[in-house]
């Protein structure tokens, strides 16, 4: 207890201003995670802008924390913001939470953090657990860059789109999914990058039944369908980003594509094309249509 006192001690000697938005992160799943300033900062402010009133009351209660809560969702941002202005010109100060996690990161929040910006008052980030880097960090990928791309579009139109789009990049790829979408979204990534890509698929990070799955892309299908409790929880996935084997493989397609398409439909380009290269025939047919379409972008 002394030694929890000392600690708490240190959290108290950081300058709190008054009239500032403190941005708090919060645990993502287990309650220990959350950091002593944190505690210290939600026990000390005014009043606290959340995701859902229901969850931070319940988090608060186990803490021992007593506060007014600001219902801050995505509906209401704009309308939550000038609230949170009123209260900071009035001398007060106010936490912004999300249901977990850091507020702001596919979460509601960077909206009310610009308004209150523009508005002239201090915005003070209280740091703490993030999915993102939680997954990387146990993902053992070798790069040090990542692209975080949130949740993708739940119609498999637009998120074929952005999935095209990142095809290309590098950096290790970073999505969110909910757990009712995980085999589609597998699937999709099957269907438009190379299945040898390494992946790792991040399960209730921190929760009781946490999992985090190491496996090349085309084996991904395989080991969520062998058991049914993998359909449950949130998701984060990482995507080893393109090699120069994988821009070389683009280049060759693109090479035997624009041959067959001087004499062929795209439809059949894109067939040959898998023929003689080995390469996907989705992909090779998305790339032929963009190269038909006089679109297509250079790796």
Not at 71 to 92: D, F, P, S, T
Not at 97 to 105: F, K, L
Not at 235 to 263: C, F, H, M, P, W
Request: proline share 4%; aromatic share 4%; with cysteine.
């Amino acid at each position: 207890m002394a030694e929890m006192n000392d600690l708490l001690s240190h959290a108290a000697q950081q300058s709190y201003p008054a009239s500032c938005l403190y941005v708090v992160a919060t645990p993502i799943g287990n309650v220990a995670d959350m950091t002593y300033r944190a505690h210290h900062v939600l026990s000390r402010v005014d009043c606290i802008a959340c995701e859902d009133t229901r969850n931070t009351a319940h988090l608060l209660q186990q803490l021992g924390v007593v506060k007014p809560l600001i219902a801050a969702h995505q509906h209401n941002e704009n309308e939550v913001a000038q609230k949170i202005i009123q209260r900071l010109m009035q001398g007060e100060s106010v936490a912004l939470v999300s249901d977990a996690g850091t507020p702001a990161i596919s979460d509601p929040g960077a909206r009310i953090v610009d308004a209150v910006r523009h508005a002239g008052f201090t915005v003070v980030p209280v740091p703490g657990a993030s999915a993102v880097i939680t997954a990387l960090s146990a993902s053992g990928l070798l790069n040090d860059q990542f692209h975080f791309a949130g949740f993708l579009p739940a119609r498999a139109g637009p998120r074929d789109t952005v999935l095209k789009t990142l095809s290309r990049l590098t950096a290790t790829l970073v999505f969110y999914e909910a757990p009712h979408r995980i085999t589609d979204t597998v699937e999709a990534l099957n269907t438009l990058f190379p299945s040898s890509r390494k992946m790792v698929l991040a399960r209730e990070l921190t929760k009781l039944f946490e999992e985090v799955h190491r496996c090349e892309l085309g084996e991904a299908t395989a080991w969520l369908s062998d058991n049914a409790h993998r359909q449950k929880g949130e998701y984060v996935i990482l995507l080893e980003g393109a090699t120069a084997n994988q821009d070389a493989d683009l280049l060759e397609a693109k090479r035997v594509l624009a041959i067959l398409l001087e004499s062929c439909s795209v439809k059949q380009a894109a067939s040959l094309a898998a023929q003689l290269t080995g390469q996907k025939k989705n992909a090779l047919y998305q790339l032929a249509l963009e190269m038909h379409n006089g679109d297509e972008v250079n790796p």
